[in-house]
C-alpha cells in the first residue's frame, strides 16, 4: 500500500515543507485526504469494420494520458502556518500550467515518479473544513521508477548462456545498453538479445576497441545506436547499420533471457533501465 507522496516544484524558489514522519495524518500541516488517478489508464482500443463480414479488425491501440486529482486539507498550527500561508505554499507548487513531480513510496515496490503539469487547482475558501483539489495531467501516463537498475555481464558468441533479468515493472520498457571492450580482435557485429532469437532479434554492424565504445537505446521516443569515441566523446550514428529486420529488445514484466552476441573478441555490456507501472 501507499505510504507516501512527495510533490517538486519547478520553480526554484519553492519553499519546502517537511512533514514529521512519526506524525499523524490529522496532523500534518498539508493532509492527504484523497488521490484519484493511480489505476491504470484506459487504452483506446481501434478497430475497423469489415465491408461484409461480422466483427472488425484490430488496428492498434493506445494509454492516452493520465489525470492524477489530490484532495489536501490545510492544517495550521497558528504559530508559524496559517491557513493562508499554507495555501499560498501549495500555490507554488500547485498553479495552473505549472509542471509538477509526484513521487510515491509503498511498501510492496520501489519509490516511483511521475511527471505532469497543472490543470486546476480549486480552494473552497468560505468552508469550515477548507479543501484544496489540484488536477494533474501527466503526458507519459506510467510510473517510472526512482533508481535505475543496472546489470554488467560480458558478451556471448551463440546465446547459449544468457542472463536472466527479473523485470518487476508491469509495463514493457526499453533499455540502454553500454558494450565495451576487453580484449582484441575487435567485433564486426553487435546483436542485443532478448528472448528466443527465433522470434526477434537485433542486431548493428559495428564494433568496440580501445577508442570507441557502442551505445543502444531503445526508450520510446529516444532510439539510437552509436558508437562514442572514449577521447573527445564524438559520437557516429550506426542506425543506418541496423540489420533488416531487426526488432528493438524491449524488457517485458517478468524474467527475459538476456544476451549481449559478438562474433571475436571479449566485451563488457552494462544494461540500464528504469520499472514502468501502469497503475499503483
Known amino acids: 500500500m501507499l505510504t507516501k507522496m512527495q510533490a517538486y516544484s519547478s520553480w526554484l524558489s519553492a519553499p519546502e515543507l517537511d512533514l514529521d514522519d512519526a506524525g499523524r495524518e490529522e496532523t500534518d500541516l498539508i493532509q492527504i485526504r484523497g488521490i484519484t488517478g493511480l489505476d491504470p489508464v484506459k487504452a ?32 495550521p498550527n497558528w504559530d508559524t502556518w496559517s491557513f493562508e500561508s499554507l495555501r499560498r ?20 515496490m520501489p519509490p516511483v515518479e511521475i ?5 486546476d487547482t480549486n480552494v473552497n475558501q468560505f468552508s469550515q473544513d477548507l479543501e484544496i483539489q489540484v488536477s494533474i495531467i501527466c503526458p507519459d501516463p506510467y510510473f517510472t521508477a526512482v533508481d535505475p537498475t ?5 558478451s556471448d558468441r551463440d546465446n547459449t548462456t544468457p542472463d536472466m533479468i527479473d523485470y518487476n515493472g508491469s509495463v514493457a520498457t526499453g533499455i540502454n545498453v553500454e558494450v565495451t571492450r576487453v580484449s582484441d580482435p575487435a567485433p564486426t557485429s553487435i546483436g542485443i538479445q532478448i528472448g528466443d532469437p527465433s522470434l526477434s532479434y537485433f542486431n548493428v ?11 543502444m537505446s531503445s526508450l520510446s521516443g529516444n532510439k539510437y545506436v552509436q558508437n562514442v569515441a572514449l577521447s573527445g566523446g564524438t559520437i557516429t550514428n550506426l542506425l543506418a547499420k541496423v540489420q533488416t529486420g531487426s526488432q528493438w529488445p524491449i524488457l517485458q514484466p517478468g524474467p527475459n533471457e538476456f544476451s549481449v552476441i559478438t562474433d571475436q573478441g571479449g566485451q563488457d555490456y552494462q544494461l540500464t533501465y528504469y520499472e514502468k507501472y501502469g497503475g499503483l
Do not use: C, W
Not at 150 to 154: A, D, E, W
Not at 205 to 215: E, I, Q, T
Open 115 to 119: 511527471y505532469g503539469y497543472v490543470e
Open 44 to 75: 483506446t482500443v481501434n478497430t475497423s469494420p469489415f465491408g461484409s463480414v461480422d466483427g472488425a479488425a484490430y488496428t492498434g491501440s493506445d494509454v492516452g494520458t493520465r489525470n492524477i486529482v489530490l484532495t489536501l486539507h490545510p492544517n
Open 205 to 215: 554492424a559495428a564494433g568496440v576497441d580501445s577508442s570507441k565504445y557502442f551505445l
Open 89 to 108: 505554499l501549495l500555490y507554488a507548487y500547485f498553479m495552473p500550467k505549472l509542471q509538477t513531480r509526484l513521487v510515491f513510496y509503498s511498501d510492496d
Open 150 to 154: 543496472v546489470i554488467t555481464g560480458q
